[in-house]
């Protein structure tokens, strides 16, 4: 089966772990090394599997930890020609066998997994999302996120797990402690998706036949677990969409690690 945990998501550090059959990866890898590391024994996946660290974008959430994880494995990190420009200065030194330049919207195999690199609209040099692929399913991940694009749709579709951003709600960012600009810039183009953005988009994503969403990269400071829940559950509900019937709904933590999802 292809298997899904989160090592922790969250505006503080995010990470996620992806395997099948004898090939894992890393989605990410913005925590200590010692937190992603237990975390992958805690969710029982084999260390020694993990083959490839691929990087949605460079800021320090989704970074501090791949240089770390890349020398202790000895294994190559992927991301495309803008986004190792902009974290190589700040993930040490890399053996250069590892550092590993990829195109978006191109499909490449590690092992038994095949993966997929697809643009998306956030405020970093070159920000992807990733479709995974074992045999017969196939997953994907989403998150910072300005909006939905075309090309996300299309990404998006026939995934039967699907990780989603549901960063943040609008009241409480515009009531907390942001200065303007940064609030500006959380809502922008190139920033990131609200719960109601997110919850409309679940919608599409169920009659396109998803049957897994797990809500991810929560703010700390402008959300709430069971808000970024409630909100989208009140949305697929107005849309006759139930919740252990037609979908399974989950939000990650930021500070523990998820169940193992296998599909």
Aim: glycine share 8%; net charge negative.
């Amino acid at each position: 089966m292809l298997k899904y945990c989160s090592i922790g998501s969250g505006s503080s550090g995010n990470c996620h772990v992806v395997s099948y059959k004898d090939t894992g990866i890393l989605i990410d890898a913005g925590l200590a090394g010692k937190r992603i590391t237990s975390g992958i024994e805690q969710a029982d996946f084999d260390i020694d599997k993990i083959q490839g660290i691929f990087i949605t974008h460079e800021h320090s959430d989704h970074i501090k930890g791949a240089g770390i994880m890349s020398r202790k494995l000895d294994i190559p990190i992927y991301a495309n020609f803008k986004t190792w420009c902009g974290m190589k200065d700040k993930i040490g030194n890399i053996k250069e066998e590892n550092m590993i330049v990829f195109d978006n919207d191109k499909t490449y195999e590690l092992g038994e997994l095949k993966i997929r690199p697809f643009s998306i609209p956030h405020d970093s040099e070159d920000a992807v999302g990733y479709n995974i692929y074992s045999d017969k399913e196939k997953m994907s991940i989403a998150t910072d996120i300005g909006y939905i694009t075309d090309n996300i749709r299309n990404n998006l579709k026939g995934s039967k797990l699907v990780v989603l951003e549901s960063n943040y709600d609008p009241n409480m960012l515009m009531m907390g402690s942001y200065t303007y600009a940064l609030k500006k810039r959380v809502i922008s183009d190139g920033g990131h998706l609200s719960n109601e953005e997110a919850a409309s988009f679940c919608t599409e994503l169920v009659e396109g036949g998803t049957e897994s969403i797990l809500l991810a990269h929560l703010s700390k400071e402008n959300n709430f677990p069971e808000l970024a829940y409630a909100t989208t559950k009140n949305v697929l509900t107005k849309n006759e969409m139930i919740i252990g019937k037609d979908l399974t709904l989950d939000v990650l933590s930021r500070d523990k690690v998820s169940k193992v999802y296998e599909l």
